[in-house]
């Protein structure tokens, strides 16, 4: 089964940029659509960019749409989050996912959950 990693978190000020990576390890992960989800302490994990299975068609969470800009490079197995003009608001642990359902915004619809990437914004 395929093992989702994610990195490029950190700490940065409000206006700042990340560029969050999930690698993937394994041989079916192009098989797969990808979604970003984020969960900050004492709230529900909430959806924040899906990409297509080729990288086609994406969404993104009203709270994040035009400021974040998700990618796919499936020879390198990995998928991209580029985090702009990050608000306090997005301080969460940053998760990615696949899921077999095209467009899905619904945590119930992923699986193989990577361990998560800390992103802290401050004002």
């Known amino acids: 089964q395929v093992q989702l990693v994610e990195s490029g978190g950190g700490l940065v000020q409000a206006g700042g940029s990340l560029r969050l990576s999930c690698a993937a390890s394994g041989d079916t992960f192009s098989w797969y659509h990808t979604g970003w989800f984020r969960q900050a302490p004492g709230k529900e994990r909430e959806f924040v960019a899906f990409i297509s299975r080729t990288g086609g068609f994406t969404n993104y969470a009203d709270s994040v749409k035009g400021r974040f800009t998700i990618s796919r490079d499936n020879a390198k197995n990995t998928v991209y989050l580029l985090a702009n003009s990050l608000e306090p608001e997005d301080t969460a642990v940053y998760y990615c996912?696949?899921?077999?359902?095209?467009?899905?915004?619904?945590?119930?619809?992923?699986?193989?959950w990577g361990q998560g990437t800390q992103v802290t914004v401050s004002s």
């Open positions: 996912a696949r899921s077999s359902k095209f467009g899905s915004q619904a945590v119930r619809d992923y699986d193989c």
